[in-house]
Nanobody, 123 residues
């Protein structure tokens, strides 16, 4: 079992920045790839970014160049640095973990999920 707890969400103006954190516990953090997903009101949850066990990264086109995912294995934490935020980035952001390394965009392959943290970007 893996427990995931997100933090760092909040209200920010368009063009601003936020850094989300996801602290993991329960099993060896380095055994898992980590992903960030988001769900806006009235929309389905979508892939945002993922990082493999070895540090390889993958981003949705909508956030590429603005968001950066990273992991600190010593702290069992994954981060999502979000810059140049837009109102359309408003959503509940959730982190997730999974074994394996193939197609990290597929949310159905993630076994463990956090509760999520709200990000609101005002125009």
């Amino acid at each position: 079992q893996v427990q995931l707890v997100e933090s760092g969400g909040g209200l920010v103006q368009a063009g601003g920045s936020l850094r989300l954190s996801c602290a993991a516990s329960g099993r060896t953090f380095t055994n898992y790839a980590m992903g960030w997903f988001r769900q806006a009101p009235g929309k389905e949850r979508e892939f945002v970014a993922a990082i493999s066990r070895s540090g390889g990264t993958n981003y949705a086109d909508s956030v590429k160049g603005r968001f950066t995912i990273s992991r600190d294995n010593a702290k069992n934490t994954v981060y999502l640095q979000m810059n140049s935020l837009k109102p359309e980035d408003t959503a509940v952001y959730s982190c997730a973990s999974r074994a394996g390394f193939i197609n990290l965009r597929v949310q159905g392959d993630y076994a463990y999920w956090g509760q999520g943290t709200q990000v609101t970007v005002s125009s």
